[in-house]
C-alpha cells in the first residue's frame, strides 16, 4: 500500500487554526454556549446504529468542529478509512490488513485477501461455531461420562480475554441459565485455582484462546486445567471432550494435544484487541446462542456502514475521536473516563483500555520518528454511580481536566423501575453538574468551577446488536485518533520487553544458585523471592489450593 502523504501534524493549517482558535474559546464556558444557543443539543447530538450520542456539554462551536474536521481531511483519515475496508496492508510494522469490519460483513460483499475472499471462510467458521454452541447449549455435546456440559472456561489473556469476558457480562440476561462461564486470564495461579475448585470435571469445556498460541499465561493455564482433568481420573481421550482451542495457529494447537477438529479458526488480519468478531467470540456464542452472536455482529455492521458512509461532520466514530482531540491535544488532558450507568457494562471499562491504550500508546509515527505531540490518553473507570462515592470529587473539584463519557441504557433489564429513575437521574445531574458548576465566592471548598466536558450515550437496551454498535463505535474512534495522530493503531510491541525480561527472570527464580546481572534492585527482588518464598507464612490459617 503506498501511503498518502500527509503532512506533519503540528505543521497542518487546519492544527495551527485549532489552536488559535483554542486561545478565543477557552475563555468561554460550555454553559454559555448553551445560553447563546438555546437549541444547541439539537445541533451537537447525533443518531446512528441505534445509539444516541449527546456531546452537547463539550466545549466546542460550529467552528470548532469545522476546524476539526479539516485537521481529519488533512491527515487523511477519509482514505485510510477507506484503505482500512478495502484491506490493505495498514498495520504496516507487521505488514498486514486490518479487517475486524469483515467479520461483521452481513452482505455477500467480497473482502479480497491477497486476492481472496475472506467471506466464505468467516461464514465457515461461523457455521462451525453454530453447529458446536448448539450442541453444547442442548445437551448433546458431552462430557467424556456422559454427563452434559455445566461450566464453560475461557482460558485467554488481552483480546483473548477481556472482549469475551466482558460481552459475557453485558449480556447476561440473554444467556443460557444452565451455563455457567468463567473466564482465566492471569498466569497467577490464584486465578485458575479458584475456578476449578468450583468446577466438576466431568461436565466443564475449557476454552483455550490464544491468537498466537505462545502466549505463556495462557498455556501455563491451560496445562494445568489439562493436567486438573486427568488427575480427576479422567482418561487420555477426554481431554477432546473437555478442550477446544480458538487460534490462528493451528500446529500449535495440536502440538498442545488439541485436536485441529476442535479447533476454531481465525486470521492474522485480526488484531487481538479487535477479535471479540471472530472465534474468539466462541464463549459469547455458548453463553447467548448464535443468533445473538449474530445480533451483535449485526450491530456492529450498523455502525460500521454508517462510518464508512457518513460525512465527517455527521460520523459518530469521527465526531467522538474529534473532540477527544481538542482536549488532549489543546486543553493537555491526559486521561479519559468512561463511566457506564449500568452495572452489566461493569467489565467495559477495562475491555476500553486494551482497546484504546494498546492501540494509541504510541510515540513513533508511522514513519519511525518521534512524535512531538500528545497521543492516547490513560483509559479509567467504573460504573455509575459507585464512581460518584469515589473518584468523583476529583472530577468536580481536582486540578485535572478529564473528559468523561456517561453511557446509559433507557430500558434496564429488571423491573425495579425506581432504581432506573435513581440511577439515569444520578447520571443526568452529574454531567450537569460538571457543566455548570456552582459558584461559591465565600465557600472556596464549596467552589465548583464546572467547565468539565462530556459525552452522554444512549442506548434504548442493551441488547447484542446495540452493544455491537457501542463497542464498533469506540474501534473506530480509536482508529481516527491514531490515523490523526499519524501513529499505526494495530500493532503493540511497547509489551514485548517486559515478556522478553520475564522469561529470564523466570529461569533465574527457579535456579537459585544462579547468578543475578540486573540492576540492584531487581538483583535485590529475586534475591527477597528466592530467600523468602519458602518461609512459613504468617498467617497460619490460608487455604491451599
Ligand atoms: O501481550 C499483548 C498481546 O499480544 C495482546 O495484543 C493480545 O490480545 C494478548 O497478548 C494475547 O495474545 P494471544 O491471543 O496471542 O494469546
Same mark, same amino acid.
Given at each position: 500500500? !503506498?501511503?498518502?502523504?500527509?503532512?506533519?501534524?503540528?505543521? !497542518?493549517?487546519?492544527?495551527?487554526?485549532?489552536?488559535?482558535?483554542?486561545?478565543?474559546?477557552?475563555?468561554?464556558?460550555?454553559?454559555?454556549?448553551?445560553?447563546?444557543?438555546?437549541?444547541? #443539543?439539537?445541533?451537537?447530538?447525533?443518531?446512528?446504529?441505534?445509539?444516541?450520542?449527546?456531546?452537547?456539554?463539550?466545549?466546542?462551536?460550529?467552528?470548532?468542529?469545522?476546524?476539526?474536521?479539516?485537521?481529519?481531511?488533512?491527515?487523511?483519515?477519509?482514505?485510510?478509512?477507506?484503505?482500512?475496508?478495502?484491506?490493505?496492508?495498514?498495520?504496516?510494522?507487521? %505488514?498486514?490488513? #486490518?479487517?475486524?469490519?469483515?467479520?461483521?460483513?452481513?452482505?455477500?460483499?467480497?473482502?479480497?485477501?491477497?486476492?481472496?475472499?475472506?467471506?466464505?471462510?468467516?461464514?465457515?467458521?461461523?457455521?462451525?461455531?453454530?453447529?458446536?454452541?448448539?450442541?453444547?447449549? *442442548?445437551?448433546?455435546?458431552?462430557?467424556?461420562?456422559?454427563?452434559?456440559?455445566?461450566?464453560?472456561?475461557?482460558?485467554?489473556?488481552?483480546?483473548?480475554?477481556?472482549?469475551?469476558?466482558?460481552?459475557?457480562?453485558?449480556?447476561?440476561?440473554?444467556?443460557?441459565?444452565?451455563?455457567?462461564?468463567?473466564?482465566?486470564?492471569?498466569?497467577?495461579?490464584?486465578?485458575?485455582?479458584?475456578?476449578?475448585?468450583?468446577?466438576?470435571?466431568?461436565?466443564?469445556?475449557?476454552?483455550?484462546?490464544?491468537?498466537?498460541?505462545?502466549?505463556?499465561?495462557?498455556?501455563?493455564?491451560?496445562?494445568?486445567?489439562?493436567?486438573?482433568?486427568?488427575?480427576?481420573?479422567?482418561? *487420555?481421550?477426554?481431554?477432546?471432550?473437555?478442550?477446544?482451542?480458538?487460534?490462528?495457529?493451528?500446529?500449535?494447537?495440536?502440538?498442545?494435544?488439541?485436536?485441529?477438529?476442535?479447533?476454531?479458526?481465525?486470521?492474522?488480519?485480526?488484531?487481538?484487541?479487535?477479535? /471479540?468478531?471472530?472465534?474468539?467470540?466462541?464463549?459469547?456464542?455458548?453463553?447467548?446462542?448464535?443468533?445473538?452472536?449474530?445480533?451483535?455482529?449485526?450491530?456492529?455492521?450498523?455502525?460500521?456502514?454508517?462510518?464508512?458512509?457518513?460525512?465527517?461532520?455527521?460520523?459518530?466514530?469521527?465526531? /467522538?475521536?474529534?473532540?477527544?482531540?481538542?482536549?488532549?491535544?489543546?486543553?493537555?488532558?491526559?486521561?479519559?473516563?468512561?463511566?457506564?450507568?449500568?452495572?452489566?457494562?461493569?467489565?467495559?471499562?477495562?475491555?476500553?483500555?486494551?482497546?484504546?491504550?494498546? !492501540?494509541?500508546?504510541?510515540?513513533?509515527?508511522?514513519?519511525?520518528?518521534?512524535?512531538?505531540?500528545?497521543?492516547?490518553?490513560?483509559?479509567?473507570?467504573?460504573?455509575?454511580? %459507585?464512581?460518584?462515592?469515589?473518584?468523583?470529587?476529583?472530577?468536580?473539584?481536582?486540578?485535572?481536566?478529564?473528559?468523561?463519557?456517561?453511557?446509559?441504557?433507557?430500558?434496564?433489564?429488571?423491573?425495579?423501575?425506581?432504581?432506573?429513575?435513581?440511577?439515569?437521574?444520578?447520571?443526568?445531574?452529574?454531567?450537569?453538574?460538571?457543566?455548570?458548576?456552582?459558584?461559591?465566592? %465565600?465557600?472556596?471548598?464549596?467552589?465548583?468551577?464546572?467547565?468539565?466536558?462530556?459525552?452522554?450515550?444512549?442506548?434504548?437496551?442493551?441488547?447484542?446488536?446495540?452493544?455491537?454498535?457501542?463497542?464498533?463505535?469506540?474501534?473506530?474512534?480509536?482508529?481516527?485518533?491514531?490515523?490523526?495522530?499519524?501513529?499505526?493503531?494495530?500493532?503493540?510491541?511497547?509489551? *514485548?520487553?517486559?515478556?522478553?525480561?520475564?522469561?529470564?527472570?523466570?529461569?533465574?527464580?527457579?535456579?537459585?544458585?544462579?547468578?543475578?546481572?540486573?540492576?540492584?534492585?531487581?538483583?535485590?527482588?529475586?534475591?527477597?523471592?528466592?530467600?523468602?518464598?519458602?518461609?512459613?507464612?504468617?498467617?497460619? %490459617?490460608?487455604?491451599?489450593?
Amino acid at each position: 500500500m !503506498s501511503k498518502p502523504t500527509v503532512p506533519e501534524l503540528t505543521q !497542518s493549517p487546519a492544527w495551527r487554526a485549532l489552536a488559535a482558535h483554542r486561545t478565543r474559546v477557552a475563555h468561554g464556558s460550555i454553559s454559555e454556549l448553551f445560553a447563546d444557543d438555546p437549541d444547541r #443539543v439539537a445541533h451537537f447530538s447525533l443518531e446512528a446504529a441505534g445509539l444516541y450520542v449527546d456531546y452537547s456539554k463539550n466545549l466546542v462551536t460550529a467552528e470548532t468542529l469545522e476546524l476539526l474536521c479539516a485537521l481529519a481531511r488533512d491527515m487523511g483519515v477519509e482514505e485510510r478509512r477507506r484503505a482500512m475496508f478495502a484491506g490493505e496492508r495498514i498495520n504496516t510494522t507487521e %505488514n498486514r490488513p #486490518v479487517l475486524h469490519v469483515a467479520l461483521r460483513e452481513r452482505s455477500a460483499m467480497p473482502i479480497p485477501v491477497d486476492g481472496k475472499d475472506v467471506v466464505p471462510e468467516v461464514s465457515a467458521v461461523l457455521e462451525k461455531m453454530r453447529r458446536f454452541t448448539d450442541a453444547v447449549r *442442548e445437551g448433546t455435546w458431552r462430557g467424556y461420562t456422559g454427563r452434559a456440559i455445566t461450566d464453560v472456561v475461557n482460558i485467554g489473556i488481552g483480546g483473548s480475554d477481556l472482549g469475551p469476558r466482558m460481552v459475557c457480562e453485558a449480556l447476561k440476561p440473554y444467556a443460557h441459565e444452565a451455563l455457567t462461564m468463567h473466564f482465566v486470564s492471569n498466569v497467577d495461579g490464584a486465578d485458575i485455582a479458584e475456578v476449578l475448585r468450583s468446577v466438576d470435571p466431568e461436565t466443564t469445556l475449557f476454552v483455550v484462546a490464544s491468537k498466537t498460541f505462545t502466549t505463556r499465561e495462557t498455556l501455563v493455564n491451560a496445562q494445568t486445567a489439562r493436567a486438573w482433568l486427568l488427575a480427576s481420573g479422567a482418561p *487420555e481421550t477426554a481431554v477432546a471432550k473437555h478442550f477446544v482451542a480458538v487460534s490462528t495457529h493451528a500446529e500449535a494447537v495440536a502440538a498442545f494435544g488439541i485436536d485441529t477438529d476442535n479447533m476454531f479458526e481465525f486470521w492474522d488480519w485480526v488484531g487481538g484487541r479487535y477479535s /471479540l468478531w471472530s472465534a474468539i467470540g466462541l464463549p459469547i456464542a455458548l453463553a447467548i446462542g448464535m443468533d445473538g452472536f449474530e445480533a451483535m455482529l449485526g450491530g456492529a455492521h450498523a455502525m460500521d456502514r454508517h462510518f464508512f458512509e457518513a460525512p465527517l461532520a455527521h460520523n459518530l466514530p469521527v465526531l /467522538l475521536a474529534l473532540i477527544g482531540i481538542w482536549h488532549i491535544n489543546f486543553f493537555g488532558a491526559t486521561s479519559h473516563l468512561i463511566a457506564p450507568y449500568d452495572r452489566y457494562l461493569h467489565r467495559l471499562p477495562a475491555y476500553l483500555q486494551q482497546l484504546d491504550m494498546e !492501540s494509541n500508546g504510541k510515540s513513533v509515527t508511522l514513519e519511525g520518528e518521534r512524535v512531538d505531540y500528545a497521543t492516547g490518553p490513560v483509559i479509567w473507570g467504573e460504573p455509575g454511580t %459507585n464512581g460518584q462515592h469515589a473518584f468523583f470529587q476529583l472530577l468536580h473539584q481536582g486540578t485535572a481536566l478529564i473528559p468523561a463519557d456517561f453511557i446509559v441504557c433507557m430500558q434496564p433489564h429488571h423491573a425495579l423501575d425506581a432504581h432506573h429513575e435513581i440511577l439515569l437521574a444520578n447520571c443526568f445531574a452529574q454531567s450537569e453538574a460538571l457543566m455548570n458548576g456552582s459558584p461559591a465566592a %465565600n465557600e472556596p471548598h464549596r467552589n465548583f468551577d464546572g467547565n468539565r466536558p462530556t459525552n452522554t450515550i444512549c442506548l434504548d437496551k442493551l441488547d447484542p446488536a446495540s452493544l455491537g454498535a457501542l463497542l464498533a463505535l469506540y474501534e473506530h474512534k480509536v482508529f481516527v485518533q491514531g490515523t490523526i495522530w499519524n501513529i499505526n493503531s494495530f500493532d503493540q510491541w511497547g509489551v *514485548e520487553l517486559g515478556k522478553r525480561l520475564a522469561v529470564t527472570i523466570e529461569g533465574e527464580v527457579a535456579q537459585p544458585g544462579s547468578e543475578l546481572a540486573h540492576d540492584g534492585s531487581t538483583n535485590g527482588l529475586i534475591g527477597r523471592f528466592r530467600e523468602r518464598r519458602k518461609q512459613p507464612a504468617a498467617s497460619a %490459617n490460608h487455604r491451599v489450593n
